[in-house]
């Protein structure tokens, strides 16, 4: 219960600052979770272990949790990125993340396992949707909206994230 609380605490700190809600979360510098409107988002530090293992554990909680897995891959150099996150509280935003669990792996960090995961890099932001044994099914990048405002961002998002 206290890390719920505390959850909830960031959140409020977050809104008061204007931040975002997975941009609050990343305060703290360990694996975390946000339950928010029916979706999870997850950022996993690297001392966690292999990209591969990892991916389908979290694809499994996924599952269990009626929720369909999906990896966000981003970098904190990258402008449409930061961009992304900041407006990850809009409602429209959190509509269209409505049924998922967001793993997000920093680019930087989780570079050299990318493709032994089977995930293939084109351009971040990424969304790559997971099948069942966590193998990449589909991806959509920040190419898929033009300026990176919640108007542009959740449409193409939600058709993605709900197919």
Excluded at 63 to 81: H, M, S
Excluded at 84 to 100: E, I, N, W
Excluded at 129 to 143: E, K, P
């Amino acid at each position: 219960m206290k890390n719920v609380y505390m959850i909830f605490g960031l959140m409020g700190l977050a809104a008061l600052a204007g931040w975002g809600l997975t941009r609050a979360l990343r305060i703290e510098n360990q694996s975390r979770r946000a339950e928010v409107a029916r979706h999870v988002i997850l950022e996993i530090p690297t001392q966690e272990g292999d990209l591969k293992t990892i991916l389908q554990k979290e694809a499994e909680k996924a599952r269990q949790q009626n929720l369909k897995p999906f990896v966000e891959v981003t970098a904190t150099w990258c402008g449409p990125c930061q961009r992304l996150l900041k407006c990850m509280d809009d409602p429209r935003m959190v509509d269209a993340f409505s049924g998922t669990y967001i793993i997000h792996l920093d680019h930087d960090f989780w570079k050299p396992q990318f493709e032994s995961a089977g995930i293939v890099i084109n351009g971040i932001p990424a969304f790559y949707r997971l099948d069942s044994d966590a193998h990449v099914t589909g991806v959509v990048t920040g190419a898929a909206w033009a300026e990176d405002i919640p108007e542009n961002i959740a449409p193409p998002l939600k058709k993605f994230l709900n197919d």
